[in-house]
């Protein structure tokens, strides 16, 4: 695959005229259907965030239902994902999240974990194709800290595996991530690894997942009312 990517290239993958929009928004349609979750499904995560040789572990629990994942850490986090939004509960309210707002203490965004599908970017454009996976580039469609998002996907399996996240620029790499050991959780296939380098702050997180399906999960996990209400979660 070329290396991506020049500022030219990437504005003019912003501008580029429609032509490429069908086929772009059918693999990001795949890549969302796989990510769904059509069953309730639950990943118990490991986390270790290290800078230069000291290493801060943590842990959290993420919870499926559809398009909407349910957040929490260890550490007091817990928010509702969604394509739409992202909610967080703050002092046992239920408020919109800032863009920029971490899980936890990590090198992820809470907007990382939103599904990836059609409405993830505007103007998604193919800037690359080949024995790696089809590269989308596009802005960010929600309230973001990124200025684009360039995601490498596997065209055959339908899974993000690389994503390059922009920050100040289209020039200023703030972020690389890697998305790797996926399962089949009921048909899908989920990522056991994920790691998160961000080299301007000298970090990197990895996080460990274990998937299972959790049918009995509670319909108000999903809910805002849930969101406000103490913690189902038992650590």
Sequence with gaps: MRPFATPILLATALGAAPAAAAPVADLLEAVASNARFAVPTRADVTIERRKDAHATLGAAVLVGRGQTLYVETRDGTRALVRPSKIVVQENGRAVRARPGARLGATDLLLEDLV??????????QVSDEGPTGTVVTGAPAIA???????LTIDPESHVVTRTKYYEKSISDLAAFRRDEDFVDVDGHARATRITVDRTRDETSTQLGLSWRPAPQAIRDLFTLRGLRAPSPIAW
């Design 144 to 150: 973001s800290t990124r200025v684009l998002v360039v």
């Design 115 to 124: 599904p990836i599908g059609p409405w993830s970017l505007k103007l998604p």
